[in-house]
């Protein structure tokens, strides 16, 4: 191999290691702050120009959301989802339609009108049929107490229209209906179909596990 070929592929290696290096360090340091709670250190981090341009202004201003509602520092974490509603235009559409989705799933569950709202209307514009059409239906179930959908959600389960985490909610919204309507057999039945496509981690786990550990007592 030519000695200068040798060199630029030495020097790019190099360049390269050092990026991973300085990356995983900020990485570590996000981390660690947000284990400890420290939302001040987070925030710094996160707005540093370095952090920014390596690990990206959706991650660093995810990491700024986490810590402000992890230490219940209301007025900084709404500004900062405001912020991020406001700013979707400037994400990847994967990142910007899983932020959506995730949140508005999580402000659904704990029942805040006030956040989901924010969320839908940015679902709405996205453009996204499917995600706007199953948003708004667990939106209909989950805060309005709506229990005239089953019908239209099993023939979107059957017609295989979701898959994944989306087929899950949507098959948790059938068993809330059916649970609403008292036909606790079909509510079960549904709520076991629901489970299997969630991932562990996901955010309806806790209340799939809480429901089926009481229906099955």
Not at 79 to 98: F, G, H, Q, V
């Amino acid at each position: 191999m030519n000695p200068i070929t040798i060199i630029i592929v030495v020097i790019a290696l190099a360049v390269y290691l050092i990026f991973q290096g300085v990356k995983n360090f900020q990485l570590h340091n996000l981390n660690l702050s947000l284990k400890n709670r420290d939302s001040e250190t987070v925030a710094k981090i996160a707005d540093m120009g370095m952090s920014r341009k390596l690990l990206g202004g959706y991650v660093c201003d995810l990491y700024k959301l986490r810590s402000y509602y992890l230490v219940k520092e209301t007025d900084k974490f709404e500004e900062t989802l405001r912020y991020m509603i406001d700013s979707m235009d400037k994400y990847r559409a994967d990142d910007r339609d899983s932020f959506l989705e995730t949140y508005f799933h999580t402000f659904l569950i704990k029942g805040n009108r006030k956040y989901a709202d924010w969320l839908l209307d940015a679902i709405r514009n996205t453009g996204n049929e499917k995600l706007i059409r199953y948003c708004e239906e667990s939106y209909a179930v989950m805060l309005d107490g709506e229990s005239g959908l089953i019908d239209r959600m099993t023939e979107d389960i059957n017609s295989k229209l979701y898959y994944g985490f989306a087929l899950g909610v949507v098959l948790f919204m059938v068993a809330k209906q059916y649970s609403y309507l008292g036909d606790d057999k079909n509510a079960l039945e549904y709520m076991r179909s629901a489970k299997a496509c969630f991932h562990s981690k996901a955010v309806y786990m806790p209340v799939v596990d809480k429901y089926l550990k009481e229906a099955e007592a």
